[in-house]
C-alpha cells in the first residue's frame, strides 16, 4: 500500500488514517528512502490536537496518523472505514525491531538506560538488528542548536528509521519542526513504547484493550494521573458524541 492510497475520516478536524498494522508497516517500508514522519495518536493527543494547533497541524501533515486509540478505530468504523484498527506504537516498534528487514534504526529519546535495554530485548529476537545510532535523553526543551545537532546526527548515521519517544504532543511539533532537516528515512512517534517493550509499563491483555479499556487498566498502576485522564477522556466523550451526530460528513474517502 502506497500513502497515495490510504483513505482517511476526520475526528473535530484531525486526521486520522483508516489504515491496520500492516498497512502501517508496509506504507513506513514504502517511504524509507523519501522522508516523512508517522503520528501514533491517542485519545489523549487528539484532544490535545484540538486545543493547540501545532499539535493538530503536525498531525494533518504527517505521512501517517495511527489511531493508537480503541475508541478512534470505534469512530472510524462507525463512518464506514472497515479497513481501520488500533494501531499502537508498541506494535509498530515490536514488530519493525523484531523482523529480519535489514532497516537501520536510530532511537531518540527516554534514557540510555532504557534504550540499552531495548536493544538488548530486540537483539535477542533479531540477531541482525542494526541500531545506527541514539539520542540524546529526553528533556522538555531543546534548543535551536541542540535540534540541528540531532539532526545532523541522525543524518550522518543515515538511518531509515528514527523511533521518537517524547511523549504525545511533544513528538509530534517535534517531528513537524525538523523533518525539513532530515535526508531521507522515516520518524515515528511511539510515546512510550520503549517502555511498554521492555516492560516498564504494564500492557493489557489483548481483551481488555479490544474493548478500549486498557487505559483504565494503565490508570489504577498511576492514581496521580487520574484527574487529568478523566479531564481529557470526558472531552472526548463528548466530542465523539457530537460527531457521531453529525453522521458521515466528516468522512472523506472511504
Not at 478512534?72 to 506494535?91: E, H, I, P, T
Request: with cysteine; aromatic share 10%; hydrophobic share 40%.
Amino acid at each position: 500500500m502506497n500513502k497515495s492510497e490510504v483513505e482517511y475520516f476526520h475526528f473535530k478536524g484531525i486526521r486520522v488514517d483508516n489504515v491496520s498494522l500492516r498497512d502501517a508497516i508496509e506504507i513506513i517500508t514504502n517511504n524509507i528512502h523519501q522522508r516523512g514522519y508517522v503520528c501514533v495518536n491517542d485519545v489523549r493527543s487528539v484532544i490535545m490536537a484540538t486545543k493547540d494547533k501545532r499539535v493538530f497541524n503536525a498531525i494533518n501533515e504527517s505521512l501517517l496518523s495511527l489511531p493508537d486509540g480503541t475508541p478512534l478505530a470505534w469512530y472510524g468504523r462507525m463512518l464506514g472505514c472497515k479497513r481501520v484498527q488500533r494501531v499502537a506504537g508498541f506494535d509498530v516498534l515490536a514488530n519493525m525491531l523484531e523482523n529480519n528487514n535489514g532497516f537501520k534504526h536510530y532511537l531518540l529519546g527516554d534514557t540510555e538506560q532504557t534504550i540499552g535495554r531495548v536493544i538488548a530485548k530486540a537483539k535477542k529476537a533479531n540477531n541482525n538488528l542494526r541500531i545506527v545510532g541514539q539520542s540524546p535523553p529526553f528533556r522538555e526543551h531543546f534548543s535551536e542548536l541542540e535540534n540541528n545537532t540531532i539532526c545532523e546526527n541522525i543524518n550522518r548515521e543515515d538511518p531509515d528509521i528514527v523511533w521518537v519517544s517524547f511523549g504525545g504532543g511533544k513528538q509530534d511539533k517535534w517531528m513537524h519542526q525538523n523533518i525539513s532537516k532530515i535526508k531521507r528515512g522515516v520518524l515515528v512517534g511511539i510515546g512510550a513504547a520503549f517502555r511498554y517493550y521492555i516492560g516498564d509499563l504494564y500492557i493489557p491483555p489483548k481483551v481488555i484493550q479490544k474493548l478500549g479499556m486498557q487505559w483504565f487498566i494503565r490508570l489504577m498502576g498511576n492514581p496521580a494521573s487520574i484527574p487529568e485522564n478523566i479531564r481529557f477522556r470526558s472531552v472526548f466523550v463528548f466530542y465523539f458524541l457530537l460527531e457521531i451526530l453529525k453522521g458521515r460528513k466528516n468522512s472523506t474517502n472511504r
